[in-house]
């Protein structure tokens, strides 16, 4: 089982430029997330997933779009990057009450030039 | 707003020194706890967790931390670091109320520098 996977594992952008990091888990969990990690701040979410077909708003959504494909697939997008997204970027799982920990991808790191 | 504090942003040790890491949270209901680490160029692994019951709880690696309520702390401690300890700690808390979803408030992170 390979867990949680990301793609790319690096980009660097222009300004202006958009892309989609990708996130992929075959833990078949419902909920899933996405992070960005900035020195002396932690981890702060972007978006969650708590189950296939449903988004929320995290801490620090504004700039990030996401789709929740189906169960396995949740990517998030950057429309107009900005050098203020410059960071790394984590996915994670949730398999619930039972589990209760957070499972997280190798991260995205992310340069907007 | 609930949140997550870790006292120490940057602590350096010798091998062999003990380690402890203090960490609060600000919520008066309900919550798991964990410590998670970030190895250099590594994605987030967790070292130990906290449900209920005891509140001593011991992780991988002869990490432990202590539960305490009444101070809403969780520190993480260990009797003698390693030179392989250096990484980055954070402390996390999820939140149960109406509509939980297992969403984790990490702290700041402390970066443990160990010296041989």
């Known amino acids: 089982n390979a867990g949680v996977t990301q793609t790319p594992k690096f980009q660097v952008l222009k300004t202006g430029q958009s892309m989609t990091l990708q996130c992929a888990q075959d833990m078949n969990h419902n909920s899933m997330y996405w992070y960005r990690q900035d020195p002396g701040m932690g981890l702060r979410l972007i978006y969650y997933?708590?189950?296939?077909?449903?988004?929320d708003k995290g801490e620090v959504p504004n700039g990030y779009n996401v789709s929740r494909l189906n169960k396995r697939e949740f990517s998030l997008r950057l429309e107009s990057a900005a050098p203020s997204q410059t960071s790394v970027y984590f996915c994670?799982?949730?398999?619930?009450?039972?589990?209760?920990?957070?499972?997280f991808g190798p991260g995205t790191r992310l340069t907007v030039l | 707003a609930q949140s997550v504090s870790q006292h120490n942003h940057h602590v350096i040790l010798s091998e062999a020194a003990s380690l402890e890491l203090g960490c609060n949270y600000s919520?008066?209901?309900?919550?798991?706890l964990f410590w998670y680490v970030q190895y250099p160029g590594q994605h987030l692994q967790l070292l130990l967790k906290y449900f209920s019951g005891d509140p001593l709880v011991k992780g991988i690696k002869g990490f432990e931390a202590e539960f305490i309520k009444s101070k809403f702390s969780f520190n993480l401690r260990k009797p003698s670091v390693q030179w392989s300890d250096t990484a980055e700690y954070f402390c996390?808390?999820?939140?149960?109320?109406?509509?939980?979803?297992?969403?984790?408030?990490f702290g700041q992170g402390t970066t443990l520098q160990v010296k041989p």
């Open positions: 996390a808390v999820t939140l149960y109320g109406s509509g939980n979803t297992g969403k984790l408030i």
């Open positions: 994670a799982t949730w398999g619930g009450r039972a589990y209760n920990e957070q499972f």
């Open positions: 997933s708590a189950s296939e077909g449903t988004t």
């Open positions: 919520y008066g209901g309900t919550v798991n």
